[in-house]
């Protein structure tokens, strides 16, 4: 069964073309290390809650934008194989490819998929 990894932070508007190369450099890793498919999107339709909602997990602000992504892998063996090499890849560096989000507000996980239709 495959497996999921599932990342959301908010990222300052002005930083969405340095996010886009970001995320392209990351999927592009990924995939090289076993990733089977990688999306990352762009808030469009992101309320905010009253009790609970993604601009306040990562405590948006006025002038940025909610980010949800997420990694599909083949297994979880794969992954953690996969993902370890990523972490160890040039590419990967913040020199080589900084995050242009505060990452201290990056909410990430990994989850076994229960249901694939």
């Known amino acids: 069964m495959s497996y999921v990894d599932g990342f959301v932070a908010a990222v300052p508007n002005e930083n969405k073309s340095q996010y886009v190369e970001h995320a392209k450099v990351m999927a592009a890793v990924f995939k090289q290390h076993g990733a089977l498919e990688v999306v990352d999107t762009w808030g469009d339709d992101v309320p ?61 996980g990994g989850f076994s998929v229960v249901s694939e239709e």
């Open 48 to 108: 905010d809650g009253e009790v609970t909602s993604f601009p306040m997990a990562v405590q948006k602000k006025e002038n940025e934008t909610v980010v949800f992504s997420w990694i599909i892998w083949p297994s979880k063996a794969v992954r953690d194989a996969g993902w370890q090499a990523a972490m160890d890849d040039p590419k990967m560096h913040p020199d080589n490819n900084p995050m242009p989000f505060d990452g201290k507000r990056l909410i990430y």
